[in-house]
């Protein structure tokens, strides 16, 4: 990142991990929003925020993947801070045909003055932010999720979880989400037992970088265990997107489910989350899925609050 933060102007920085940001930065970013979620409050969505921060600035929306929710809440959050955003997809872009990375991140920088990128490969946002001179944002890779996080972590705040020593309970697949969950815990001091089948544990680095930060990382195949006494239960598709659909994916998948059993072994206030799209009867049942507990809309909508705070950090601009 060195070299990535050289070529942008001061007070600019690149969010591809929630590292890059750090706890201090984490923990403002959710106070912003906070606070601007509050201000506007019962206010139309399209009206902008009084102060008008990014105000001129034009954000570059980059998919080569689909997307509902980051690319309608980049949006909405570029309005309400008084920017702009185009959307480029990759099928109808040079993209698609094969135009390097190196050189879009260069055309783009020369034209936006940020850019979101969602992509497969995580080299390829790590190679965008070498060549932009502009701020890149993670909107999501095979690896990580940042973005989401950030919405996640206001969720709980917003239903009262502290974070410092919270036991967040994770079911299924260990994946792009998780990993970004999992960095969050060692830098906001917060626990996770994640229950995934054999050969769907998150990734190591993830995991030893938590656990060196002092966060307890607990793996284990048990999902009642990882259940048990939790504050916070999450889960997501079995199946990301890019992955093929395997039968013998689902069948080992299939006892992570997040039911009313689990729940019940949770605490009686405890949560449920889900980044969304869901694939309610898979990795969560209907009960849960619609049930008391699940706040996935309001996490759904913490994007637009949350992308808010992480363009605002990443121009320099966060209050
Ligand atoms: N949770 C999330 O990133 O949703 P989309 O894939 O719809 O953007
Ligand atoms: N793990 C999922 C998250 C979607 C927002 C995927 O990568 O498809």
């Given at each position: 990142m060195t070299s990535q933060a050289s070529?942008?102007?001061?007070n600019q920085r690149h969010f591809i991990e929630l590292a890059n940001a750090g706890a201090d930065a984490l923990a403002a970013m959710i106070a912003d929003a906070i606070d601007r979620k509050q201000e506007r409050a019962?206010?139309?969505?399209g009206r902008g925020d009084a102060?008008?921060?990014?105000?001129?600035r034009v954000l570059a929306l980059v998919f080569e993947k689909s997307s509902t929710r980051t690319r309608v809440s980049f949006d909405i959050a570029m309005r309400q801070l008084g920017g702009t955003v185009l959307v480029l997809d990759a099928g109808s872009s040079q993209l698609g045909r094969g135009e390097s990375i190196a050189d879009t991140a260069r055309v783009l920088s020369r034209m936006v003055d940020a850019i979101m990128l969602r992509t497969d490969d995580h080299a390829k946002i790590e190679e965008t932010a070498r060549h932009a001179s502009v701020p890149v944002i993670n909107g999501l890779t095979d690896r990580s999720h940042p973005c989401q996080i950030v919405a996640d972590l206001l969720t709980m705040i917003e239903h009262g979880?502290?974070?410092?020593g919270l036991e967040v309970a994770w079911f299924g697949d260990g994946n792009n989400v998780l990993h970004s969950l999992i960095e969050a815990a060692g830098l906001m001091k917060f626990n996770i037992r994640a229950a995934t089948?054999?050969?769907?544990?998150?990734?190591h680095d993830y995991v030893e970088q938590a656990r060196a930060s002092g966060a307890a990382i607990t793996l284990l195949q048990d999902a009642e265990a990882a259940a048990r006494g939790a504050d916070v239960l999450i889960t997501d598709t079995w199946i990301s997107m890019g992955q093929t659909d395997a039968a013998d994916k689902r069948g080992a998948m299939a006892p992570y489910r997040v039911d009313e059993r689990l729940m019940d072994l949770a605490k009686k206030d405890a949560i449920f989350l889900h980044c969304l799209p869901a694939h309610v009867g898979d990795e969560v049942a209907e009960a849960v899925f619609e049930?008391?507990?699940?706040v996935v809309f309001d996490e759904a909508e913490n994007r637009i609050h949350a992308q808010k705070s992480i363009l605002l950090w990443a121009f320099g601009l966060l209050r």
């Open positions: 070529m942008l102007e001061a019962n206010w139309p969505k102060d008008a921060p990014l105000a001129g979880k502290a974070l410092p089948p054999s050969g769907f544990e998150p990734a049930g008391p507990q699940s």
